[in-house]
């Protein structure tokens, strides 16, 4: 299975401001999702990146506010912006290549204050 | 529309007990399910995968899941339950797009 690691693993930032997270696989995937998880509850997936095309957004997220780049095979960003106590969460990326389950990054811990 | 639905909070069983961790679905097509386990301050785990074929799924750590068509289950088991299994466990199902769509999740607690 591929091995995914993000960056940072946890930050507290200011309302108002932005932070971009960083996903790294080492192998080449096309599909890569990003998600978003209150702790101890359930994924809510916010988009789909696949390499070569723009990110897919579901209801209730938009490019604005969680703009994703996914510049090549291994490699992805999202970044929250503008935030607000709201945005603290679990963000987790994950791929899907040749493959029906996905796999994980550990997540990136996000408090806005 | 596709739906996954964990109609248990937490479940509890003594050690060395075996558990049952339940899930139904709601697809059109083919159902593509799977389980997922995360551990406290941890990622998402795969557990194991309904594709096609036998009806019994074997996976990690001991894991298995008893896929079952007419009553749209994917329940998780194991014989004996350890401490260490003590998790929260997610159960997905395949969405139109490639997207997993979770269940709520159930807190598996295992008492020594």
């Known amino acids: 299975s591929a091995v995914i690691s993000q960056k940072p693993s946890r930050d507290i930032c200011q309302r108002g401001t932005s932070l971009t997270i960083q996903c790294q696989v080492d192998?080449?995937?096309?599909?890569m999702f990003w998600y978003r998880q209150q702790p101890g509850q359930s994924l809510t997936l916010i988009a789909t990146?696949?390499?070569?095309?723009?990110?897919?957004?579901e209801s209730g997220f938009v490019i604005d506010k969680f703009p994703i780049s996914r510049p090549n095979l291994t490699f992805s960003t999202l970044t929250v912006s503008n935030m607000s106590p709201e945005d603290s969460s679990i963000y987790l990326c994950?791929?899907?290549?040749?493959?029906?389950?996905?796999?994980f990054g550990p997540g990136t811990r996000l408090t806005v204050t | 529309a596709q739906s996954v639905a964990q109609p248990e909070d937490q479940v509890n069983v003594a050690e060395g007990n075996p558990l049952t961790v339940k899930c139904t679905y709601s697809?059109?097509?083919?159902?593509?399910l799977f389980w997922y386990v995360q551990y406290p301050n941890r990622g998402l785990q795969f557990l194991l995968k309904y594709i096609t074929g036998d009806n019994l799924v074997k996976g990690s750590y001991g894991f298995e899941a008893e896929f079952n068509k007419s009553q749209t289950s994917f329940h998780l088991k194991k014989p004996s339950a350890l401490v260490s299994d003590s998790a929260l466990y997610f159960c997905?199902?395949?969405?139109?797009?490639?997207?997993?769509?979770w269940g709520a999740g159930t807190k598996l607690i295992i008492k020594p």
């Open positions: 997905a199902v395949r969405g139109l797009d490639y997207q997993l769509i």
């Open positions: 990146a696949n390499q070569g095309s723009e990110a897919t957004y």
């Open positions: 697809v059109s097509g083919n159902p593509y």
């Open positions: 192998s080449q995937v096309t599909m």
């Open positions: 994950s791929v899907g290549e040749g493959r029906w389950e996905q796999y």
